[in-house]
């Protein structure tokens, strides 16, 4: 069995060996927490609105106050990855997770915890690429890293499995022990990186203006797309944040075209894989974060059901979900990564219709039997799709385009809370806009897969 090292002799990865197989744990529980974060707040909005109040606006935010940080930073954090070294770079996402939660867990206002939730998001930005850098490092054969990936994916699939039921049951108690319980995974996370082999580096220099041209471009994008909903688009705000938007993202595609050394070179986009997994990643996080929001609304502010309850109604959408991830690995390297895509895509969009269609009939046991083909669909389609992103790309790019691939996921789900957060803000037409939200996300996923179709049956390196 062989040792792969970097220019300075150090051990990166030994496929196997129980260093490997460290880098798989502690990479599962950083998705995990990522993940987690999201799941479990869903089902606790209701309750931090009673207490802090704020309408439907800032349920928004608490949501897209993660997602947007985590978005627009993922680019500087793949860069930050692939400079510093994986290892490092998680540890130091990992302690500012860590320290956020804490925040948001000791939140005295909605605006309080809106910027905790941020601090939050940029840390999960900094985990990320990170993670998927530790496994490309530990596994890099094709046919182990799929499965490795597989593996790694479950992390997210359990946090799905105990993110709603979890965050139900402690929001009973109290909703600030949805934050602070992720002080113990945190621990548990640094101390497994202390027996992980140092990472390689690649001294790249940081694009400052791109970076601030990203934030920009996203921040005012989810701003204009939340207050258009409820102010109207023809607001003149709304039209200068989003004229600001369009502007920023113009600028960030000059520079990155000029710069000697871009945050997202343009050349990576020469990869037809990689362009179909951005797509697939938008429209995937469109129909996840769009249905997970809307429906645990649903079942609580229309339906009545208690936060408990509500969140059991993912419960088994969430096992349906840990046996895809790990199916994906094996079909994937059997058939390659065209069929489990395709083919979990397509299970999303008939869950998502499913929903549309009983969504009048009130009933939160067949809203949790429509909610199964698409946790299951999703966990079978992402790590293959993940797999595709790796494979198109240089080992030394591993970080930056893991960072590129999330970061048109996240754009994805904070667009699908930003739009969908607005349809269904009017209780008395509550349904007629969630049906609405989520014909949307199931289109965006239908053409995703038909695009998928192009996915070559089998990817070499």
Same mark, same amino acid.
């Given at each position: 069995?062989?040792?792969?090292?970097?220019?300075?002799?150090?051990?990166?990865?030994?496929?196997? /060996?129980?260093?490997?197989?460290?880098?798989?744990?502690?990479?599962?529980?950083?998705?995990?927490?990522?993940?987690?974060? *999201?799941? *479990?707040?869903?089902?606790?909005? &209701?309750? *931090?609105?009673?207490?802090?109040?704020?309408?439907?606006?800032?349920?928004?935010?608490? *949501?897209?106050?993660?997602?947007?940080?985590?978005?627009?930073?993922?680019?500087?954090?793949?860069?930050?990855?692939?400079?510093?070294?994986?290892?490092?770079?998680?540890?130091?996402?990992?302690?500012?997770?860590?320290?956020?939660?804490?925040? #948001?867990?000791?939140?005295?206002?909605?605006?309080?915890?809106?910027?905790?939730? #941020?601090?939050?998001?940029?840390?999960?930005?900094?985990?990320?690429?990170? /993670?998927?850098?530790?496994?490309?490092?530990?596994?890099?054969?094709?046919?182990?890293?799929?499965?490795?990936?597989?593996?790694?994916?479950?992390?997210?699939?359990?946090?799905?499995?105990?993110?709603?039921?979890?965050?139900?049951?402690?929001?009973?108690?109290?909703?600030?022990?949805?934050?602070?319980?992720?002080?113990?995974? #945190?621990?548990?996370?640094?101390?497994?990186?202390?027996?992980?082999?140092?990472?390689?580096?690649?001294?790249?220099?940081?694009? @400052?203006?791109?970076?601030?041209?990203?934030?920009?471009?996203?921040?005012?994008?989810?701003?204009?797309?939340?207050?258009?909903?409820?102010?109207?688009?023809?607001?003149?705000?709304?039209?200068?944040?989003?004229?600001?938007?369009?502007?920023?993202?113009?600028?960030?595609?000059?520079?990155?075209?000029?710069?000697?050394?871009?945050?997202?070179?343009?050349?990576?986009?020469?990869?037809?894989?990689?362009?179909?997994?951005?797509?697939?990643?938008?429209?995937?996080?469109?129909?996840?974060?769009?249905?997970?929001?809307?429906?645990?609304? @649903?079942?609580?502010?229309?339906?009545?059901?208690?936060?408990?309850?509500?969140?059991?109604?993912?419960?088994?959408?969430?096992?349906?979900?840990?046996?895809?991830?790990?199916?994906?690995?094996?079909?994937?390297?059997?058939?390659?990564?065209?069929?489990?895509?395709?083919?979990?895509?397509?299970?999303?969009?008939?869950?998502?219709?499913?929903?549309?269609?009983?969504?009048?009939?009130?009933?939160?046991?067949?809203?949790?039997? #429509?909610?199964?083909?698409?946790?299951?669909?999703?966990?079978?389609?992402?790590?293959?799709?993940?797999?595709?992103?790796?494979?198109?790309?240089?080992?030394?790019?591993?970080?930056?385009?893991?960072?590129?691939?999330?970061?048109?996921?996240?754009?994805?789900?904070?667009?699908?809370?930003?739009?969908?957060?607005?349809?269904?803000?009017?209780?008395?037409?509550?349904?007629?806009?969630?049906?609405? /939200?989520?014909?949307? &996300?199931?289109?965006?996923?239908?053409?995703?897969?038909?695009?998928?179709?192009?996915?070559?049956?089998?990817?070499?390196?």
């Amino acid at each position: 069995m062989t040792r792969t090292t970097d220019r300075a002799g150090s051990v990166v990865g030994t496929p196997g /060996s129980p260093r490997a197989r460290i880098v798989i744990a502690v990479a599962s529980l950083g998705f995990f927490l990522i993940t987690l974060d *999201i799941s *479990i707040v869903n089902v606790a909005l &209701a309750q *931090i609105q009673a207490e802090l109040g704020g309408g439907t606006t800032v349920q928004q935010w608490i *949501i897209d106050g993660y997602t947007l940080p985590f978005a627009a930073l993922l680019l500087f954090a793949g860069n930050l990855a692939d400079r510093i070294g994986a290892k490092r770079a998680f540890a130091l996402g990992v302690l500012l997770f860590g320290l956020a939660s804490a925040g #948001c867990g000791a939140a005295p206002s909605a605006g309080w915890l809106i910027a905790s939730r #941020c601090v939050q998001g940029a840390a999960a930005a900094v985990m990320l690429p990170a /993670s998927m850098s530790l496994v490309r490092e530990a596994f890099p054969d094709p046919s182990r890293r799929a499965r490795a990936l597989g593996v790694w994916a479950v992390g997210g699939a359990v946090a799905g499995l105990v993110g709603q039921p979890l965050g139900g049951a402690l929001t009973t108690i109290d909703w600030r022990w949805v934050f602070t319980m992720n002080l113990p995974v #945190c621990a548990a996370m640094l101390a497994l990186l202390v027996v992980v082999a140092r990472s390689p580096t690649r001294p790249a220099r940081f694009d @400052y203006a791109g970076q601030l041209l990203a934030l920009i471009a996203l921040s005012a994008l989810v701003y204009g797309l939340i207050e258009g909903g409820h102010q109207g688009f023809a607001a003149p705000l709304v039209l200068i944040s989003l004229g600001t938007a369009a502007a920023a993202l113009a600028g960030f595609l000059i520079v990155q075209a000029k710069v000697r050394q871009p945050m997202m070179p343009l050349e990576l986009f020469a990869s037809r894989g990689l362009r179909i997994a951005l797509l697939v990643g938008f429209a995937f996080m469109i129909g996840n974060f769009g249905n997970v929001f809307v429906v645990s609304l @649903y079942l609580q502010q229309h339906l009545g059901l208690p936060p408990a309850q509500a969140g059991l109604a993912f419960l088994p959408s969430a096992f349906f979900a840990i046996a895809g991830n790990l199916l994906s690995g094996p079909v994937t390297n059997r058939f390659g990564a065209r069929v489990p895509v395709v083919a979990g895509l397509s299970s999303m969009v008939v869950g998502l219709l499913g929903l549309v269609i009983t969504a009048p009939l009130g009933s939160p046991v067949i809203t949790a039997l #429509c909610v199964i083909p698409i946790g299951a669909g999703g966990s079978l389609a992402m790590p293959s799709v993940t797999g595709v992103v790796l494979e198109g790309v240089p080992a030394e790019r591993a970080g930056t385009a893991s960072a590129v691939f999330n970061t048109f996921r996240q754009i994805g789900g904070a667009v699908a809370i930003a739009v969908f957060g607005s349809m269904i803000a009017d209780r008395y037409r509550f349904v007629a806009g969630m049906q609405t /939200s989520l014909t949307i &996300a199931a289109a965006c996923l239908l053409i995703s897969s038909v695009i998928s179709l192009g996915i070559r049956p089998r990817q070499h390196r």
